[in-house]
Structure formats: structure tokens, C-alpha cells
């Protein structure tokens, strides 16, 4: 987190507005341009406040409706409340969540593997949620959808071996499957984790500008699957049992897809 400095007008006002005098933290987020999105701040009252600026209005539209719809789902104290939002700055002010990414959080085993078990549930309360009038995810021809994957994995100068693989492995359309409310961005990076005080962990979520409605195989559901448990038997049950259904075969192969 870089020191405080002056904020742009447009975010000094919305945060006036919001939370009345405050006092800059500093800023913790620097989009690949490395220009501020995200700053950190101390309200008049002593709460910590979050401005950020999305990069689009997409991003802002999936973001304000995921904490107007899915964060009040997950229950107290598992997701920040939106304070306010402007959507000609794509601007939001939110307050935060005590605790520390998963990512960041030095685990015990027995740790870990309650983490995941709460990150079922909360994955589960997520795609519980109604999809009428959310925002709806993209969903291109299954012969596109392939050719951007190979034009995405040449660009990120994958090997030719891993390129062929990948390319197998899409050859054949995956199952359909129903969609849902998804997160859209779910994993230890979003799960925010705290102490309860009486030795018990408690998790929530941060970041829902990737909330849309989707097939859950192509994002939180493939992501936990195949690629944060696919070596981790252990956390794989864990968060079934949280979300409370092991994968079917065809869910399964949609996830691979």
C-alpha cells in the first residue's frame, strides 16, 4: 500500500459525501496503467472506508448489483456494504471487511480445510440467489469461445505441447449445464478470513465486479475443482460438503472444458 496522497476530485467528493470528513489511508490497488483504483480511508467516525473506480461500466454495473443482491445473502459480517456509488465516475464506496485474504493467511491444515468448507457454503448461498434482472455473462458459439482460448494461451506464449493439450481437451463441446448467480472471481484471493475470538475462523467475500449470471462449471465452480483442489483431495470434500453436493459427471466435465 503506497502513502497517503491527495485523491481525484470526483473521489474526494463521493467520499464526502458519504462518510463526511475522512482521513486518506493510503492507496491499495494500481490498475496495469498504474493509476489508482482502489484507496483506503478512515471515516469521521474511525471506520475504514474503500473508494474504487472500475474500468468500465460493466465492471460497475456487475459490482453494485452483487453488493445490492448477492453480499446481504452471505449473511453479517460476510461481505463489505456498498455506502455509495456514481455511475458516471464508476465509482463505489464500501466498507471493509476485517481480516486477511486466504491467500496471504498462514494456515494449519485443519485451518485450511475449514476455510474451504465456508467457502462451500458461501458459494452456495451465491448461486442460490434469483438471476432475474441480474447481470447476464456472455455466451459466445462453443467453436469461438474455443478459438479465443487457443488465441489467449498463444498470447500468453504457452508452450506448443500445453497449446495442443489445450486444444484437445476443447475439441468436444462440455455438457450443458444450468446457470446462476455466480461470483464470477471465487477463490482464497476474494476469501477474507478473521478470528472470531473465540478460536473459531470466520470467512467472507470482497470483489463482485465479475458477478453475473453464468453456467457456475465456467468460473467458481471449475476454479475450485480444477485448479485450487485438483492435488487436495481433502479440500475437494471439504467444499462439497460446504456447497453441499458433490459435482456430477457431467459437471465435472464441464469444469475440465
Known sequence: ?????????????????????????????????????????????????????????????????????????????????????????????????????????????????????????????????????????ERLPWSQERERALARARDAQLTNEDIAALAEAARTEPPRTGPVYCHGDFGPRNWIVRGDGNGCLVVGVIDFERSQVEEPVRRDLMRVTMQLTLHRPDLHAVFASGYGHELGAEERSACRA
Not at 448489483?65 to 445473502?73: D, E, F, K, N, W
Not at 468448507?117 to 455473462?137: C, D, E, K, N, S
Open 1 to 137: 500500500m503506497s502513502a497517503p496522497a491527495a485523491l481525484p476530485d470526483d473521489v474526494d467528493q463521493l467520499l464526502r459525501a458519504t462518510a463526511g470528513h475522512y482521513e486518506p489511508v493510503g492507496v491499495r490497488s494500481l490498475a496495469r496503467a498504474g493509476h489508482p483504483v482502489v484507496w483506503e480511508v478512515l471515516g469521521a467516525d474511525g471506520r475504514r472506508l474503500f473508494a474504487k473506480r472500475h474500468k468500465n461500466p460493466l465492471f460497475h454495473q456487475r459490482e453494485t448489483a452483487g453488493y445490492r443482491r448477492l453480499a446481504p445473502a452471505l449473511g453479517a459480517g460476510r461481505a463489505p456494504s456498498l455506502l455509495a456509488e456514481d455511475a458516471r465516475s464508476l465509482l463505489i464506496v464500501t466498507t471493509a471487511l476485517p481480516g486477511t485474504p486466504a491467500i496471504h493467511t498462514g494456515l494449519t491444515t485443519a485451518e485450511e480445510r475449514e476455510v474451504y468448507r465456508q467457502a462451500g457454503q458461501l458459494a452456495a448461498r451465491i448461486h442460490a440467489q434469483p438471476t432475474t434482472g441480474a447481470p447476464v455473462g
